[in-house]
């Protein structure tokens, strides 16, 4: 478990002017006591499973196979491929997997005009918003041909975070090397690429806890579709359920979610109150969109019996330790 130096000094800042702390009390918790969590519960890497090009069989077989593990997707539709049919983003996204944007007709975004690539990365975002709706944000992209356009600006202004497909492990908190939101990694699955095990996959999760980081899973057919790159849907079950039976070390989420712990990590401001011989921890954003960044963090306690892991959501509600 790696402590957040500069986060645990900003919530000792903040104190003062928060709440009656007594910084001399023996028994108050500080914000000096308080880790935040690189991930969930104290795990040790992130994996997500996500899925490009709306082939055949995705939506009628993964969402299935991923709601028996309740764990959660991300879909990168195109939105022409859809051909005006929006049922089973609508249908996935109600039974609370990610749908990304891959934009409007998957051309190589390098090779466009700013004019031409904005109306790719926006357009797709706001139908995939419209047609979803609920208020739904659809903050993730996956560039076609993994070629993300010239202007990195237009990417920024539409989406908090866009993924790559080098095959490199991302990491997260605390690393020397910030991770570069617009070009965040994943590997490459399927038949093209001699990846159709779920011994494969367990070789990827492995290097990620090796590292404490964070893979993206990049899927395209699944079974005998007629997509690309086909990958057997059983030993994508296999790999669920591998990482279920380990689900101390692994944390598996949509793109969006790892990539809004990060952010949310990297923004957060810790409070500690001590009062009546309780003390109440609460978390702020200091620049993030609340409506946006509202996941839990988890904090890492010290107790009389061992370390407490609590979630918090920021912004919210302070949490009685
Ligand atoms: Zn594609």
């Not at 519960?41 to 028996?68: H, K, M, W």
């Amino acid at each position: 478990m790696k402590t957040f130096k500069f986060l645990t000094l900003a919530g000792i800042a903040g104190l003062a002017s928060a709440c009656n702390f007594n910084a001399s009390s023996p028994d108050g918790l500080s914000a000096e006591d308080i880790t935040i969590c690189k991930w969930p519960q104290g795990r040790t890497a992130a994996i997500s499973y996500t899925f490009d090009d709306n082939c055949p069989n995705q939506f009628s077989t993964v969402v299935p196979i991923l709601n028996e593990f309740n764990m959660k997707g991300t879909f990168f539709p195109v939105i022409n491929w859809l051909n005006g049919n929006y049922d089973a983003i609508k249908s996935a996204a109600a039974q609370g997997h990610e749908i990304g944007s891959h934009t409007v007709s998957h051309p190589n975004l390098g090779e466009l005009s700013d004019i031409d690539a904005q109306h790719e990365l926006h357009d797709s975002r706001t139908t995939i918003e419209e047609v979803i709706g609920g208020n739904y944000k659809c903050i993730t992209i996956a560039y076609p041909f993994c070629i993300p356009p010239k202007n990195i600006q237009l990417v920024t202004d539409d989406y908090i975070v866009a993924r790559h497909c080098d095959g490199r492990i991302d990491m997260g908190l605390n690393d020397s090397i910030p991770i570069d939101f617009t070009n965040v990694s994943s590997h490459a699955l399927g038949s093209v690429f001699n990846s159709t095990t779920a011994e494969s996959l367990q070789t990827i999760f492995e290097n990620t806890r090796a590292k404490g980081g964070w893979s993206n899973l990049l899927f395209h057919e699944i079974d005998e579709g007629t997509g690309y790159s086909p990958f057997p849907s059983e030993e994508i079950r296999k790999s669920l359920q591998y990482l279920q039976d380990n689900s101390s070390v692994y944390w598996v989420a949509t793109m969006g979610d790892v990539a809004r712990y990060i952010y949310e990590c990297n923004d957060v401001k810790i409070k500690v109150c001590n009062a009546d011989g309780k003390a109440k921890v609460s978390l702020t954003l200091r620049s993030l969109d609340p409506e946006i960044f509202n996941l839990p963090l988890t904090i890492l306690i010290p107790t009389a019996d061992g370390p407490k892991y609590v979630d918090i959501i920021p912004n919210g509600e302070a949490v009685e330790i």
